[in-house]
């Protein structure tokens, strides 16, 4: 019944960890659900009363606009100034997306042919190499390991590879690993593209949760709109995963191809999500600020926790997951942690075959959880 296209999927992981959670839950176990990335935190009050008053304007209860409200593109484009120092035209250089997932999983739509190959890193979030597989595309996948600080060695690509390859998939602050990438690494990055022809997608959702200095954006590096487009997404800045609102921004020709293939498939976001979207990147900084020192203050909690157990984690630096080093099977680790504690966490081969070995931590819970965590760790070691 089903197409090529879906069975050439790999088995979907975290079906099997649902199912595994649930009936966990179903024999009475107080389940500590560490595994999702999906923010507790409430979407704040402001963003939530913006809706209620949008909602109700009949202009919003008509087609929205395929690209997104000029005046939504402009705040995105006022929200980069104000974060990044980045300037964007709002009319070509800024699309709206129906979250980034959604972008991300079309985008591939637009500039692969069958067999044209497109480098994706591993571990990362699943959407990249499926949305290659969908177009027809072949994943060339590019190790994230830590001996290199999770981040690509991209003098270690094969050139012939690299010729060949369409687009590159990136996202700094990384999930699952919480790495980083610095300037440096970008404009290697850009260099590399140019020199090849590649276009880089740089997926940016945990640009404002960082707890050092902040991460940036790829179009910080100087030229890198010739080359680079960035998805941007309200889902874990405002804490608005349910909403489904993003966007695309960066490259203005790679911006339209998008919008092509997005024009023939959906018909853009609900026009009061983009009204309470804008009021989200106009949102005064302590908002931001806040949430940022209460995932600190988790992680701290759970890092400790975690080397204590002997489990070995670099601190820290961005996101809300703990990439942690467990020498064992992910799996069987994830199914012991579950059995014994009753917490989930992901193990790290959901995200690619250099993920074996890992297990993700989220701290997306409220602290006292993530504390009641942390106290069953600590009488698992003994
Ligand atoms: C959460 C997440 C997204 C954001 O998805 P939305 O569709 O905008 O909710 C994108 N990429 C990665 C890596 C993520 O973890």
Not at 242 to 247: A, D, H, K, Y
Request: with cysteine; glycine share 8%; aromatic share 10%.
């Amino acid at each position: 019944m089903y197409a090529d296209r879906i069975k050439s999927l790999p088995p979907y992981l975290f079906a099997a960890i649902d199912k595994a959670k649930n009936s966990a839950r179903k024999r009475g176990v107080d389940v500590i659900d560490l595994g999702v990335g999906d923010p507790d935190l409430p979407t704040p009050t402001h963003i939530v009363e913006a809706l209620c008053t949008a909602a109700r304007d009949p202009a919003n209860h008509r087609y929205p606009s395929y690209e997104g409200k000029l005046a939504f593109r402009q705040a995105v484009a006022d929200w980069y100034r104000g974060t990044f120092k980045v300037g964007l035209d709002p009319e070509t250089e800024v699309l709206a997306l129906i979250g980034s997932k959604e972008g991300i999983a079309h985008a591939p739509l637009a500039f692969i042919n069958h067999n044209d190959l497109a480098l994706v890193p591993d571990p990362a979030y699943p959407v990249y190499s499926t949305s290659v597989l969908f177009a027809g595309g072949v994943p060339e996948v590019v190790p994230l390991i830590r001996e290199n600080d999770f981040l690509p060695d991209l003098g270690k690509i094969d050139p012939e590879t690299a010729r060949k390859s369409k687009l590159i998939f990136l996202n700094f602050p990384n999930n699952p690993t919480g790495a980083v990438a610095g300037k440096e690494f970008f404009k290697e990055l850009i260099d590399f593209a140019r020199d090849y022809r590649i276009i880089v997608m740089h997926d940016n959702p945990y640009s404002e949760i960082y707890f050092r200095e902040p991460a940036g954006s790829i179009l910080e590096v100087e030229g890198a709109k010739d080359v680079a487009v960035e998805f941007h997404s309200l889902s874990k800045t405002y804490n608005m995963a349910g909403w489904r609102v993003g966007s695309v921004v960066g490259n203005p020709e790679v911006i339209a191809g998008i919008g092509q293939v997005k024009s023939n498939i959906d018909s853009g976001n609900f026009g009061a999500v983009q009204d309470a979207g804008m009021a989200a990147l106009k949102s005064p900084d302590h908002i931001v600020k806040d949430m940022r020192q209460e995932y600190a203050r988790r992680m701290e909690i759970l890092y400790q926790a975690l080397t204590d157990l002997g489990l070995e984690i670099s601190r820290p630096r961005a996101t809300f997951y703990l990439w942690a080093w467990t020498g064992k099977d992910s799996i069987e680790f994830c199914k012991h942690l579950l059995d014994d504690l009753g917490i989930v966490a992901t193990p790290g081969v959901g995200f690619g075959r250099y993920g074996q070995g890992f297990v993700r931590f989220s701290v997306t819970q409220p602290t006292e959880r993530i504390e009641m965590a942390v106290k069953r760790l600590s009488e698992w070691k003994s």
